[in-house]
Nanobody, 115 residues
C-alpha cells in the first residue's frame, strides 16, 4: 500500500483547510484497519488529529475536535480531513498514517497558514 497526501500548501487565516490521503494498492475498509491524520509543527512533536476506522467510526483529538472532520471515500480509497478556522498555529506538515496489517506513512504535505 502506498499512501499519498495532497493539500493546498498555503491557506489564509480563518479559512478551512482540506487535505486528501489516497491509499493505493489496498483498501481503507480492510477489516481492522485504522487511518489517521497526524501533524508536526515546526520544533514540536507529532500531534494526532483524527482517526477513521475500517467501519467508518471516527475519533478526534479533543483539543481539535470542534474544528476537525475526518471522512472517507471508499470508492477511491481516500481519507479526507477538514480543519476549519485555521490560524498560523496550524502551520505544520500533515501526515496520513495507516495501520492495516502493516504500518503505512505518507511523505506528508506541508501546510502554511499565512495571510
Amino acid at each position: 500500500v502506498q499512501v499519498q497526501e495532497s493539500g493546498p500548501g498555503l491557506v489564509k487565516p480563518s479559512q478551512t483547510l482540506s487535505l486528501t490521503c489516497t491509499a493505493s494498492g489496498g483498501s481503507i475498509t480492510s477489516r481492522g484497519s485504522l487511518w489517521r491524520w497526524i501533524r508536526q509543527s515546526p520544533g514540536k512533536g507529532l500531534e494526532w488529529i483524527a482517526t477513521i476506522s475500517y467501519d467508518g467510526s471516527t475519533y478526534y483529538n479533543p483539543s481539535l475536535k470542534s474544528r476537525t472532520s475526518i471522512a472517507r471515500d471508499t470508492s477511491s480509497d481516500q481519507i479526507t480531513l477538514q480543519l476549519t478556522s485555521v490560524t498560523p498555529e496550524d502551520t505544520a506538515a500533515y501526515y496520513c498514517h495507516g495501520a492495516a496489517g502493516s504500518i503505512y506513512w505518507g511523505q506528508g504535505t506541508q501546510v502554511t497558514v499565512s495571510s
